[in-house]
């Protein structure tokens, strides 16, 4: 097995996170074998690693021992230096969101493909825990058909960092979170959508989101909650998913939550009506006992093999890309709508993204 | 003190109920002097609880003794039966919804106009301890300006009873309880309503909405989200409120939850990434500690006094009415707006509720 052998650009949060995972994990696929920062600080910081600097990103492509690089700038870089390592007979990795539009992505999908190169995104929450434990449920079963899905991610933080809140370098939470949430639906659901409406906001003032709700409708009727937010100090559970026969809810990356299905026993008592505020209820009552079970979530392990790992066997075997350029750009396409959208108003278009 | 000599028509959940409540509360304003109900069941049950039992409405209407009726119908048949109470010289207290539309409820005001008598629904969820805790939020700032109200009732019991699945009965979850979460909404906010968008759910195959989703925005910005379900094995917290300083966060009718507001103090440690499924978040890490305070829930006792004190006050002192039918109209024309939706999409108006 011949390690690919990366240069990482920008060494920043994402970066250097990216060279600490695979020194962990893929040093068999992977090897890091210089980084590039702009930033002398991080140069330093990279240094001390040990890595090998990178006097610029042109040295870096002129390294004939590079075979792959990793983007890990700011957003509205992605595009330029993509296709800069592309026509240098680089494979790419890049990451999330790809670019600020789709058609920056088309770009880049062009010169991906009159240079031959791999170009993959790194859409690393297609194998977060929770989500698994979901795309599972779609699967199996176990809840009946799936008919709503709300995923969320609420902090209290606002906006962290820097050129986040800048909208030329692609900053706000659509792209940022956002990009992974839909990514996740999308990967999820194989059908058209049939309709898109989104609300972003601006409570802290910045230029761009500091979180979304919006709201999908797809075309086999299943409808999906996706929503962002920067300044909830409490929060909503990450997922809340509805099949006709139980309901999910998990609460946090930690798998706390619950999976409550239909019994399958066809006599079950009635609900006792309960005292609700100043009056009783029949209608939300706690179903009686025998009516519900409380079954353990289904394995969250990936059937598909890691992002590395899968990216080695793209370069090396031809393999299909777990991450296809098609799914971001469906990504990408969606965001486009959502970001046309005016602050204030709810944007609703009829779309057919196939 | 002279109480106000009621009978009660409907002697169902609801009327019986009524009976109950104001024997234990109100026996000094309210004296329940009878019952009539079609059902022979029923009428059995109110006589084995002692009450007097009229043979026919007419019966009732024409007893000198009755000075106020208290309608506890199925929703199709209140106007009717108002109308006619209204015209025999009687007060009326009428179970929510009032009528099936605005239209209706319209023929009852003009009458209840010409007779001079006073017609007050029930609307008895203003005195929801969830619901003044969120009021007293929304007055006292303890969280800044809220800009977001998400309030969500959610079963797993379908729909219950059996005229509450007819369309000509008035039955569905809007007309059922969502009359109680857009009367409090309504309540709370007394804002002109600048947009509005709902979904209504038929999982269970009724010709009648089994839940819905409802998305308001106010003139002043504020949006607030609607939900009642009752196919939700697992539910959402039943109050979700954002303010620019602090979330409010009331989990259950028992007042579980909590309200977390941003601290005053001006320096805080920045939080810390957090590993999130295969990721790290500095964005959605819990804030740091000392970025955040906990504070309890504020006082849940309504600054108003009972719905049938008030109700006293109103017949005998000319009071003015806490539950106004100008403000019930309000509901019943978002109402009319909401069941206009075809189920399969989203409906969307804009609209001016002054």
Same mark, same amino acid.
């Given at each position: 097995?011949?390690?690919?052998?990366?240069?990482?650009?920008?060494?920043?949060?994402?970066?250097?996170?990216?060279?600490?995972?695979?020194?962990?994990?893929?040093?068999?696929?992977?090897?890091?074998?210089?980084?590039?920062?702009?930033?002398?600080?991080?140069?330093?910081?990279?240094?001390? !690693?040990?890595?090998?600097?990178?006097?610029?990103?042109?040295?870096?492509?002129?390294?004939?021992?590079?075979?792959?690089?990793?983007?890990?700038?700011?957003?509205?870089?992605?595009?330029?230096?993509?296709?800069?390592?592309?026509?240098?007979?680089?494979?790419?990795?890049?990451?999330?969101?790809?670019?600020?539009?789709?058609?920056?992505?088309?770009?880049?999908?062009?010169?991906?493909?009159?240079?031959?190169?791999?170009?993959?995104?790194?859409?690393?929450?297609?194998?977060?825990?929770?989500?698994?434990?979901?795309?599972?449920?779609? !699967?199996?079963?176990?809840?009946?058909?799936?008919?709503?899905?709300?995923?969320?991610?609420?902090?209290?933080?606002?906006?962290?960092?820097?050129?986040?809140?800048? !909208?030329?370098?692609?900053?706000?939470?659509?792209?940022?979170?956002?990009?992974?949430?839909?990514?996740?639906?999308?990967?999820?659901?194989?059908?058209?959508?049939?309709?898109?409406?989104?609300?972003?906001?601006?409570?802290?003032?910045?230029?761009?989101?500091?979180?979304?709700?919006?709201?999908?409708?797809?075309?086999?009727?299943?409808?999906?909650?996706?929503?962002?937010?920067?300044?909830?100090?409490?929060?909503?559970?990450?997922?809340?998913?509805?099949?006709?026969?139980?309901?999910?809810?998990?609460?946090?990356?930690?798998?706390?939550?619950?999976?409550?299905?239909?019994?399958?026993?066809?006599?079950?008592?009635?609900?006792?009506?309960?005292?609700?505020?100043?009056?009783?209820?029949?209608?939300?009552?706690?179903?009686?006992?025998?009516?519900?079970?409380?079954?353990?979530?289904?394995?969250?392990?990936?059937?598909?093999?890691?992002?590395?790992?899968?990216?080695?066997?793209?370069?090396?075997?031809?393999?299909?890309?777990?991450?296809?350029?098609?799914?971001?750009?469906?990504?990408?396409?969606?965001?486009?709508?959502?970001?046309?959208?005016?602050?204030?108003?709810?944007?609703?278009?009829?779309?057919?993204?196939?």
């Amino acid at each position: 097995m011949k390690p690919i052998n990366f240069a990482v650009i920008g060494y920043g949060g994402m970066g250097s996170y990216h060279v600490h995972t695979i020194m962990l994990q893929d040093q068999e696929r992977i090897q890091v074998i210089g980084t590039y920062d702009i930033s002398e600080g991080r140069q330093t910081v990279s240094a001390e !690693k040990g890595h090998k600097l990178y006097p610029s990103y042109e040295a870096a492509l002129g390294d004939e021992q590079v075979e792959a690089v990793l983007i890990a700038t700011p957003n509205d870089v992605h595009k330029e230096l993509a296709i800069q390592a592309l026509q240098a007979g680089k494979h790419v990795i890049c990451e999330k969101p790809v670019t600020l539009t789709t058609e920056e992505f088309d770009e880049i999908l062009a010169v991906a493909q009159e240079t031959n190169c791999v170009f993959m995104v790194h859409q690393n929450r297609r194998w977060d825990p929770d989500f698994l434990i979901i795309r599972e449920l779609c !699967k199996n079963q176990q809840i009946g058909d799936i008919f709503q899905i709300e995923s969320r991610v609420q902090g209290a933080n606002g906006i962290p960092g820097d050129w986040r809140h800048l !909208k030329a370098h692609g900053g706000g939470m659509v792209l940022d979170w956002g990009v992974h949430l839909f990514d996740q639906l999308l990967f999820l659901i194989d059908q058209p959508i049939k309709k898109i409406s989104a609300d972003l906001s601006y409570i802290l003032g910045d230029e761009v989101d500091d979180g979304f709700s919006c709201w999908i409708t797809f075309e086999n009727g299943l409808r999906a909650v996706i929503e962002v937010g920067t300044t909830n100090y409490t929060k909503l559970p990450r997922w809340y998913v509805k099949g006709t026969e139980g309901t999910a809810k998990i609460e946090d990356w930690d798998l706390s939550g619950e999976l409550i299905a239909a019994s399958k026993s066809e006599i079950f008592s009635t609900p006792q009506p309960i005292q609700a505020g100043v009056g009783l209820t029949k209608t939300m009552a706690p179903p009686s006992e025998d009516a519900t079970v409380k079954l353990p979530f289904p394995n969250s392990e990936a059937e598909y093999v890691s992002f590395y790992c899968n990216f080695y066997e793209v370069v090396r075997h031809q393999a299909d890309p777990i991450v296809k350029n098609c799914e971001v750009r469906k990504v990408m396409e969606l965001i486009d709508i959502i970001l046309m959208a005016k602050p204030e108003i709810v944007n609703e278009k009829e779309l057919q993204i196939v």
